[in-house]
């Protein structure tokens, strides 16, 4: 039954022969904006939501996997792509949709990706020539322009959602 278990402060899931709480948290999503020389590499979605647009390569972390451990996941499983990870480049809250994205700052090891199961297609972009209009989420344009700000910075701090679009996603 619904019910505001003892010490709790909303409505949750409640058995009322034992007593366990269902608590219902945010899905961690992570993902790559992973560059080539100075090439974008991108995935054209196979699946939905968004199919046919173009991403990041980026899903959802498993159980018992590092964030890191999971962007690299993905980087094998939509672009079979070998990366290397360097930074956390930005944390965006979509409450909306109760997803929280760690997206990182990676580098193919070597210029070799294909489509893996999940994507359409695969390529490397100038920045010039990046499918702005066919970007699959929000998100995947934040992660792209927080890259270019911080574009040969050692170190840097990682950027949340651009003001205003906190919840607007």
Same mark, same amino acid.
């Given at each position: 039954?619904?019910?505001?278990?003892?010490?709790?402060?909303?409505?949750? %899931?409640?058995? /009322?022969?034992?007593?366990?709480?269902?608590?219902?948290?945010? =899905?961690?999503?992570?993902?790559?904006?992973?560059? +080539?020389?100075?090439?974008? #590499? %991108?995935?054209?979605?196979?699946?939905? /939501?968004? =199919?046919?647009? +173009?991403?990041? /390569?980026?899903?959802?972390?498993?159980?018992?996997?590092?964030?890191?451990?999971?962007?690299?996941?993905?980087?094998?499983?939509?672009?079979?792509?070998?990366?290397?990870?360097?930074? *956390? *480049?930005?944390? !965006?809250?979509?409450?909306?949709?109760?997803?929280?994205?760690?997206? !990182?700052?990676?580098?193919?090891?070597?210029?070799?990706?294909?489509?893996?199961?999940?994507? *359409?297609?695969?390529?490397?972009?100038? +920045?010039?020539? *990046?499918? +702005?209009?066919? #970007?699959?989420?929000?998100?995947?344009?934040?992660?792209?322009?927080?890259?270019?700000?911080?574009?040969?910075?050692?170190?840097?701090?990682?950027?949340?959602?651009? /003001?205003?679009?906190?919840?607007? !996603?």
């Amino acid at each position: 039954m619904r019910e505001i278990p003892a010490g709790d402060n909303r409505l949750r %899931l409640v058995c /009322p022969d034992c007593g366990f709480i269902n608590y219902e948290n945010p =899905k961690v999503v992570v993902g790559s904006v992973v560059t +080539w020389q100075d090439r974008f #590499l %991108l995935c054209r979605r196979a699946i939905d /939501p968004r =199919k046919g647009h +173009w991403t990041i /390569p980026a899903g959802f972390l498993e159980l018992n996997e590092s964030a890191i451990d999971g962007a690299r996941r993905e980087a094998t499983e939509e672009a079979c792509a070998d990366i290397e990870i360097d930074a *956390l *480049l930005a944390v !965006y809250n979509v409450p909306r949709i109760s997803q929280v994205q760690l997206i !990182y700052r990676a580098v193919l090891r070597r210029p070799e990706f294909a489509a893996g199961e999940e994507s *359409l297609e695969v390529a490397l972009f100038d +920045w010039e020539d *990046l499918p +702005w209009r066919d #970007l699959a989420f929000p998100s995947v344009r934040w992660a792209l322009h927080h890259f270019q700000e911080v574009r040969g910075e050692a170190s840097f701090a990682p950027r949340s959602n651009p /003001p205003g679009e906190a919840g607007n !996603y």
